[in-house]
């Protein structure tokens, strides 16, 4: 991926990023610094971790309808990338622009963000208990937190633009300005959430 066309998703992770709190999100300084601290112990789980993640979708008949026969070793490979990359930082723009991606990646796939969620708890916990089990109490904490934080930050990234990608998918399907179809859209909830109203 280029920088010309994550230019998209540069704007998208900063508007996005935008409407965190600070409090509630990565920390790219402090949290980038311990994940890297702690990444050499942390790429020696990255087969593990991959085969775990991709056993447990294709565990799932639900999660396993997404993928098209003969392709885990692609999609492995994207996971391991991914996880090594992130390992390595930095956690720039360049990085969160790339998360924004993934909502549109997942748009495209069929994961729905509900997916998604679970394979991030996944993950976190797996990273948490790893952690646990390698590193004296005090670090493993730092380490869970910062990957936490790193999970949230992420997950917010890619539903956010899954939700506006698909309603931008939908608007132009239709013919319709994605601005006025998202406008529509909140009509028509504000509308279902009146039906829903004791009478």
Known sequence: MTEKNLARFYQIAQEIWSQLPSQARFRPLEDGKVLSRYAPLMEGFTEEVVQGFYDTLFGHSATRRVFREGERPAREKTLRDWYLRTLRGPFNGQYFAWQALVGLVHV???????????????????????ARAALPPEEARALEDAWRRLAFTVMALI??????????????AKGEDPRAFLEEAQEAAARLLEKLKPA
Do not use: C, D, K
């Open 159 to 172: 539903a956010e633009e899954y939700l506006e990608a698909y309603l931008e998918a939908l608007a132009l």
């Open 108 to 130: 495209r796939r069929g994961v729905t963000n509900a997916m998604m969620a679970a394979m991030w708890n996944w993950l976190t916990e797996e990273v948490a208990r790893r």
